[in-house]
């Protein structure tokens, strides 16, 4: 029987994660397909799972790595902890939610210098998977979003000298997607020392990363994370439940 998987978010016109799947189970003759399903809301992820009965697995992106939690049986601990999910098992009319972001980026920077300190641009689900992961390897983080209240600092007062201080800069909100914006930063301080990494991926440089580019800096797209990452979800799938909750 045909094992059937999918992304869900909105938009998913600039996703890989469809590609990726179909070039990996026909390089491997795994008989399964993989679809995109892009909901205006989270709410249609019922009628969406009455509709695909055949589904057993899902990924989740923004904007439902988080409102997507209310619809889940139960939680791996990372995802508990961090109260976002991106991969959903599904086995016997029952959902389990896992975080695999943080994973995945840290496998990532393989090959990178020790990591000790770090911005992290972004609020979201996917930024509070980079911190965690980030921690796990002693850096120290400083988060940078529009509200205030939600992050160290806001962009109203974020300085160039507290860009200047920080070895690893991480984009991790949908900005720079398909050339479409860039985060209001004082990039005349960056300098070759460091290093800028966008969770986006598409276009492969964007504008976040050219501004790094011009100025000598090493940087990276979110290409190979979301390849890690979907490597671990297929894992998961394939482990099944019962290899994480007894």
């Not at 508990?80 to 029952?94: D, F, M, R, S, T």
């Not at 840290?106 to 911005?119: C, V, W």
Request: aromatic share 12%; glycine share 6%; with cysteine.
């Amino acid at each position: 029987m045909t094992e059937c998987f999918g992304i869900i978010g909105f938009p998913l016109s600039h996703t890989f994660s469809p590609a990726f799947f179909r070039q990996k189970f026909e390089q491997e003759a795994i008989d399964a397909r993989y679809d995109a399903f892009p909901i205006h809301e989270i709410e249609a992820l019922p009628a969406l799972l009455r509709a695909h009965p055949e589904l057993h697995g899902l990924n989740v992106t923004a904007p439902y790595k988080t409102a997507v939690i209310p619809y889940l049986h139960e939680l791996s601990p990372d995802a508990k902890k961090l109260q976002a999910v991106n991969c959903i098992l599904i086995e016997k009319g029952k959902l389990y939610g896992f975080n695999t972001d943080w994973q995945a980026f840290m496998d990532s920077l393989e090959g990178f210098p020790a990591i000790r300190s770090a911005l992290i641009i972004g609020n979201g689900g996917a930024s509070q998977a980079i911190r965690y992961g980030l921690e796990q390897m002693q850096a120290s983080c400083t988060t940078l979003c529009r509200k205030p209240a939600a992050c160290d600092f806001s962009f109203e007062e974020f300085q160039a000298d507290h860009l200047k201080q920080v070895q690893l800069i991480v984009q991790a909100t949908t900005l720079g997607t398909l050339n479409e914006g860039k985060p209001e930063l004082p990039y005349e301080a960056l300098h070759s020392s460091q290093i800028l990494y966008d969770l986006v991926y598409n276009p492969p440089l964007t504008p976040f990363l050219n501004e790094g580019l011009q100025r000598g800096l090493f940087v990276k797209n979110g290409l190979d994370m979301l390849h890690r990452q979907a490597i671990l979800s297929w894992n998961i799938w394939q482990q099944g439940a019962t290899s994480f909750f007894s």
